[in-house]
């Protein structure tokens, strides 16, 4: 099984500040994903990469940007938070494989912006 | 554009009973489909992957099925356990090879 790790756990900032959220694995999976939940609503696809150096948008117009320098890392940046941001943020990766395979999630970050 | 629906949107049942779990889709053309369970403010883990060559797939009390040509997968779950209760959600690829969409989940409760 995939080990998936997301830090911090919970985040609780004041508006403008700027944060980045934590996305590492240790499977040398070379697909990543970070979804976007609101309470006892859908998952919305924000990013994805398919490899290192490889970044696209996903579903979900988000103010967020990310990178992938390195396999194991996938960290989400908001420049500027904003309330609206307060969400739970997942991260995800594919197990390696031709076409779709099995998914494994992190816990999330839980972002709170007063 | 690949679109899932899951039904009902939330079960209530007494512990012990069996129970099944509904996921449509619109576009056939998947290589897999996932079923997941979620608890309150936790990330998602994986229950089941059937493959679009399987029909069935089961593990423990969990067995999913697949029609792919009608668009439907359904979890049935035996013996529920007051420890099921969660959200448990379906994803499939937009396309084949494509990113997965997720259904909204079925919220399920099960009662002591």
């Known amino acids: 099984e995939a080990d998936i790790y997301q830090t911090p756990r919970y985040l609780v900032i004041g508006t403008g500040k700027k944060i980045t959220l934590e996305c590492s694995q240790t499977?040398?999976?070379?697909?990543m994903y970070w979804y976007q939940q609101d309470p006892g609503m859908e998952l919305h696809l924000i990013h994805y990469s398919y490899g290192v150096n490889s970044t696209e948008k996903g579903d979900l117009s988000s103010e967020s940007t990310v990178s992938r320098i390195r396999t194991e890392h996938f960290p989400l940046t908001l420049e500027s938070a904003r309330p609206s941001h307060t969400s739970q943020y997942l991260c995800?990766?594919?197990?390696?494989?031709?076409?779709?395979?099995?998914?494994?999630f992190g816990s999330g970050t839980q972002l709170s912006v007063l | 554009k690949q679109e899932v629906t899951q039904i009902p949107a939330a079960l209530s049942v007494p512990e012990g009973e069996n129970l099944v779990l509904n996921c449509s889709f619109t576009d056939s053309a998947i290589y897999n489909l996932q079923w997941f369970r979620q608890d309150p403010g936790k990330g998602l883990t994986s229950l089941l992957l059937?493959?679009?060559?399987?029909r069935e797939q089961t593990s423990g009390r969990l067995n999913a099925s697949l029609d792919k040509s009608s668009g439907r997968s359904t979890l049935y779950i035996a013996a529920s356990q007051p420890g099921d209760s969660a959200t448990y959600l379906c994803?499939?690829?937009?396309?084949?090879?494509?990113?997965?969409?997720f259904g909204p989940g079925t919220r399920l409760s099960v009662l002591p």
């Open positions: 499977m040398g999976h070379d697909k």
């Open positions: 994803a499939v690829p937009h396309n084949y090879g494509q990113n997965f969409v």
């Open positions: 059937i493959q679009s060559s399987q």
């Open positions: 995800a990766t594919e197990k390696n494989g031709q076409y779709n395979e099995k998914l494994f």
